[in-house]
Structures are given as C-alpha cells and as structure tokens.
C-alpha cells in the first residue's frame, strides 16, 4: 500500500475521528443513585427528553444496563466522564 501525502494522512485521521466506528454508551445498574438523579443527569449529559431518560432509567433497573448514547469515542468520552463524576457507573462499548 502506498503511503499517503501528509495533507491526506491529515484528513484520513480528522475523517476517522468524527465518522470512526460507532460505540454505545452503557449506563449500568448500582444500588446507590435514585431514580430522579438518574433521569436527570441522563437529560443535562445526554440530551434526553425526561421521558426517554426515565424509560433508560426503568432498562437499568430491570435489566443491568442500557445503552443509552451512540456514536464515535470522541463524542461519547466526554459524557462517560460526566455520568462518572455524578457517581453513575458507565462505560463505552
């Protein structure tokens, strides 16, 4: 294979950034967080509408976890550290 030119090295990296491999964003079942603070992170971190963020809040509860984002590492990251430092349990998939 031959090796690109720089300025196209350059896009190749910038294109596989923001249109890499999609991921999910699990948020996983703890014992410890209520309900209400659940929902409510999941709408200011992830931009859910309430009743979105409460149906994700209730697959939690029942089923361990629930992919509640999609999209690149690069987009999903930030949100994983914020569901983290509100004490959630999350991770990228």
Avoid at 26 to 42: A, E, W, Y
Wanted: net charge negative; with cysteine.
């Amino acid at each position: 294979m031959a090796h690109l030119p720089e300025h196209e090295e350059a896009l190749l990296v910038e294109l596989l950034c923001e249109h890499g491999p999609q991921r999910e964003l699990l948020l996983h079942n703890d014992d410890v967080n209520t309900f209400d603070h659940v929902i409510g992170s999941l709408v200011e971190i992830c931009r859910h509408d309430p009743i979105q963020a409460e149906q994700c809040a209730w697959i939690v509860h029942y089923s361990g976890k629930c992919s509640v984002k999609r999209g690149t590492f690069d987009t999903l990251e930030p949100m994983c550290v914020a569901l983290l430092d509100r004490g959630l349990s999350a991770t990228i998939q």
